[in-house]
């Protein structure tokens, strides 16, 4: 089944402890994004990548790190994690960046405490 | 004024009413047109897309562009209770998903 496979679904960790979410997708897409997702503020872009070893900065990558070694993986890395990371999580990907529409995981509910 | 406006909702219509979901935008260079979809505790799904003006059909739902009015629209015929979900607007101007600007979302509940 072509998917995005986020982990860990849910988290709840500690203010200041390093953690990686991991997403992966089997569809062979070029590119892949961050997004977090909060009331009243919707979606929002942290990071994308075009391809491998390709990242930029969406709207709100401070605090956020990523990395594309290999196609199908695109982890996102909080060093230091602080209170207001406290979000939910989506990847998704699409074939290259100029196609329309992405595929999403499923999510993960991060709380830092 | 944001560049992309959804009414906040949440919208409660009961079982076969014709639902009608809006955005506004700002930014006249916008010309790529979705619609996503979000059920609860899942991520979010492509449901229609279309480019600049027009119409676009796929069974009971509609996607409506007006460029004139910087103003998008998704009617859904017939509702059913598996419909009720999380309807994001997104919006890109150069066909490109880096550049995707995304509403922040209307929670409909269809009420069998």
């Known amino acids: 089944e072509a998917q995005v496979t986020q982990n860990p679904r849910y988290l709840i960790t500690v203010t200041g402890k390093k953690l990686t979410v991991t997403c992966s997708q089997n569809?062979?897409?070029?590119?892949m994004s961050w997004y977090r997702q909060d009331p009243g503020l919707g979606l929002r872009q942290i990071y994308y990548?075009?391809?491998?070893?390709?990242?930029d900065k969406g709207d709100v990558p401070e605090g956020y790190k990523v990395s594309r070694k290999e196609k199908r993986n695109f982890p996102l890395i909080l060093e230091s994690p602080s209170p207001n990371q406290t979000s939910l999580y989506f990847c998704?990907?699409?074939?290259?960046?100029?196609?329309?529409?992405?595929?999403f995981g499923s999510g993960t509910r991060l709380t830092v405490v | 004024q944001k560049e992309v406006e959804q009414d906040p909702g949440p919208l409660s219509v009961p079982e076969g009413a014709i639902v009608s979901l809006n955005c506004t935008y700002s930014?006249?260079?916008?010309?790529?047109f979705m619609w996503y979809r979000q059920y609860s505790r899942k991520g979010p799904e492509l449901l229609m897309y279309?480019?600049?003006?027009g119409n676009k059909e796929d069974g009971r739902f509609t996607a409506q562009v007006d460029k004139s009015s910087k103003y998008i629209s998704l009617f859904i015929r017939d509702s059913q209770p598996s419909d009720s979900a999380t309807y994001l607007c997104?919006?890109?101007?150069?066909?490109?998903?880096?550049?995707?600007?995304f509403g922040k979302g209307i929670t409909l509940s269809v009420r069998p």
């Open positions: 569809m062979n897409h070029e590119y």
């Open positions: 930014n006249s260079a916008f010309q790529y």
């Open positions: 998704a990907s699409s074939v290259t960046w100029e196609s329309l529409g992405y595929t």
């Open positions: 997104a919006m890109s101007n150069s066909g490109a998903n880096s550049k995707l600007t």
């Open positions: 990548s075009m391809n491998v070893e390709v990242t």
């Open positions: 279309t480019y600049s003006s």
